[in-house]
């Protein structure tokens, strides 16, 4: 396995110097950063499944000449799958980069592009190798420098700046509340290694462990997007190129779901008080909701996919939360279904999540517009592309046979099999979190119904989409991939349950993996076969056979199947697109049935003929959504810092006398201090 961690070390840093060696040759650079990257991600694909499947974890250190700093890794099992999913995440997007660069040509420099996405997978794979707090945050700030460069490749927009400099600041914010997570760690062991964390020569107090809990809530939970820490993925998703977006949005928000494991399951050895896992499940339930509810008033398409990256990471911590929850009253089995239900989803929502950001830079791409109001009728011009975005549509939508489905199931059963806590109040307040999730399952099939059906039926409704045409085959092959891996982890739960059980036994101390696979394993159980259980290779087959008996009807009784062409009837007017159903008309009733949390604002301009005001000459019709987050937490936050900065800059005077003066007062106050 260390060859491959060489040839994965070695593809990325070719990946890295390679296209800047090259200048002026954008078709070299492109090519030479893909295959270096393509390289690089194989090689983690079969890094960690070995990892999965390896009794004993890897280590691996070499020391620095920086003081408390160890470039210490380990393979272990949880590692190995967080490996396994940026790899195979990042081999599809690499892949699709080396078509969908052309489309930067001119505008971007390649070579930077290549290497530093290069770099960047490199970085988030060092986060979840990594064995030492220091090395840790090293790896985190660097992951959240490249991201940032990545996410302005267009600095020239003002609207990029600003997305960049707001994750900029949130993903700081982040870090500064990891690293005081860690430091409480240091300040107890003596040192960063990960090891010491696990197991301290004299425990954290009880105070103190619930401040790392809160601390890694919110650092982690500002790069997941947790609400209300969520606000800058709208901004920066939709302005980074498509293939960032993908890793982005896939992945890399992952790492924070690696981290809050990493902590509280393996630091803490699953030792914690309910309410912690109460946090987590009702951060993750209001999440989930949110993140769909906004979702379905976007239009620009990769706006509305970010929104539902916040939906997804909240039905992970629902998996998450509930999981915690048992740990902590030693129900272990059901912790470990939770547990494993969380991270299914997340694998999965890598898969779906990349394949439409995907997609959606293919209609980027093809049509030159994010706003889905513009699109139209590409099912017939990018047929591949409506094939592979419509499984990502019905995977995120948790429809059979796909992975969605499989996974949120399993959420639902550790959610429903509450009953055994002793505590009334989770007995009920876990079947209200599956309530919600059901909701959010219903919105997010509406939200993608509005974006297939309006992107890609119908008319074209712009000359961008009717001039469309279908992407080069390397944006398809990256597209395909990932749809292959939505459909494998829909109906092959068989083989996926045993590699999650491996990350998951050391964690809650059980495998459970002979009590949730039933039949000779072509079954999913909950834990007890009685309560429920699902066979989805069955399912899968079963809506074969239905969909073929449905022909095999059609044939038998409505005679020989044939094309038949006939003019659409438009009420004695020739049908025009201005006709068709809009995505605003498609989620105007469900607007006005949660009017109290879109706070909608309607404006609508009519300008009359001269001649009589019973006729309009032209009507403009807008409506916007109130982002409350913004209004009422962050708006005052800025107003308040503003003025506070405004108020303090006397004292920056532009004298080096006053500034020596500073640092005299401050070296003798905390000499003052230390005595």
Request: with cysteine; net charge neutral; glycine share 8%.
């Amino acid at each position: 396995m260390l060859n491959l961690l060489w040839i994965l070390l070695g593809g990325y840093v070719a990946g890295i110097l390679l296209p800047l060696c090259l200048p002026r040759r954008p078709e070299a650079q492109r090519f030479t950063a893909g295959v270096s990257a393509i390289v690089a991600a194989g090689a983690g694909i079969i890094l960690g499944f070995l990892g999965l499947t390896s009794s004993e974890p890897i280590t691996g250190s070499l020391a620095s000449t920086i003081p408390l700093l160890t470039l210490a890794i380990r393979l272990d099992s949880l590692a190995a799958f967080f490996v396994f999913t940026i790899s195979v995440v990042g081999l599809a997007a690499s892949i699709y980069a080396i078509g969908y660069l052309r489309h930067s040509a001119g505008s971007a420099s390649i070579a930077a592009l290549g290497a530093l996405f290069n770099a960047y997978l490199l970085a988030m794979t060092f986060v979840v190798l990594a064995d030492n707090g220091f090395f840790f945050l090293l790896a985190w700030e660097l992951m959240s420098l490249l991201s940032y460069v990545l996410v302005v490749t267009e600095h020239e927009n003002m609207e990029v700046r600003y997305a960049g400099l707001f994750y900029l600041i949130m993903t700081h914010i982040g870090t500064a509340f990891i690293a005081v997570a860690f430091l409480i760690f240091f300040q107890s062991t003596g040192s960063f290694s990960f090891e010491t964390f696990r197991q301290p020569g004299q425990p954290l107090s009880e105070d103190m462990r619930t401040l790392v809990f809160l601390m890694a809530l919110v650092g982690f939970g500002t790069k997941a997007g947790i609400v209300p820490l969520h606000v800058w993925l709208p901004y920066a998703h939709p302005v980074a190129p498509s293939h960032v977006s993908a890793v982005m949005s896939g992945v890399m928000i992952k790492t924070a779901i690696y981290g809050l494991i990493r902590v509280y399951f393996d630091f803490f050895g699953g030792q914690f008080p309910w309410w912690w896992g109460f946090t987590v499940l009702f951060l993750g339930t209001t999440s989930a909701l949110l993140g769909v509810m906004y979702a379905l008033m976007e239009h620009d398409l990769k706006k509305l996919l970010a929104f539902h990256s916040v939906e997804n990471i909240g039905i992970i911590l629902l998996g998450i939360g509930a999981g915690m929850i048992f740990q902590s009253y030693g129900l272990r089995e059901l912790a470990a279904l939770g547990l494993l239900a969380g991270l299914y989803h997340t694998i999965n929502h890598a898969m779906f999540k990349a394949l439409l950001f995907l997609g959606a830079g293919s209609l980027l791409y093809a049509t030159h517009t994010r706003n889905m109001e513009e699109y139209g009728g590409l099912l017939r011009r990018m047929p591949w592309t409506g094939f592979f975005f419509l499984i990502g549509a019905v995977s995120i939508s948790a429809l059979p046979p796909t992975n969605g489905f499989v996974s949120e199931w399993l959420v639902f059963q550790s959610l429903f099999l509450s009953f055994q806590i002793p505590t009334v109040f989770l007995k009920l307040m876990l079947p209200i979190a599956a309530a919600v999730l059901a909701l959010t399952g219903v919105l997010a099939l509406t939200c993608f119904a509005k974006a297939f059906g309006i992107s890609f039926l119908a008319q074209p409704r712009s000359p961008h989409a009717r001039h469309a045409e279908e992407v080069p085959v390397p944006l398809c092959i990256g597209m395909g991939l990932l749809a292959t891996f939505c459909i494998a982890l829909g109906i092959a739960p068989m083989v996926v349950v045993p590699l999650l059980d491996r990350v998951v036994a050391p964690l809650a101390g059980i495998s459970i993996e002979g009590k949730v696979l039933a039949m000779d394993g072509w079954a999913l159980a909950p834990v007890n076969v009685e309560f429920s259980s699902l066979c989805t290779p069955a399912l899968a087959l079963l809506l074969v056979m239905l969909s073929l008996l449905g022909l095999g009807l059609a044939v038998v009784f409505g005679g020989r199947l044939k094309t038949r062409h006939y003019k659409t009837w438009g009420c004695g007017l020739n049908l025009s697109p201005r006709m068709e159903y809009t995505a605003t008309a498609f989620v105007q009733p469900i607007k006005r049935v949660f009017s109290t949390i879109y706070q909608p604002t309607v404006k609508l301009e009519t300008e009359f003929l001269d001649e009589s005001r019973y006729f309009a000459k032209r009507r403009r019709f807008e409506f916007h959504i109130e982002p409350i987050f913004e209004k009422y937490l962050y708006d005052p936050l800025v107003a308040f810092f503003s003025t506070l900065a405004d108020r303090l800059k006397v004292i920056q005077a532009g004298s080096l006398h006053l500034y020596l003066t500073y640092i005299f007062v401050a070296l003798i106050a905390l000499l003052l201090l230390a005595v």
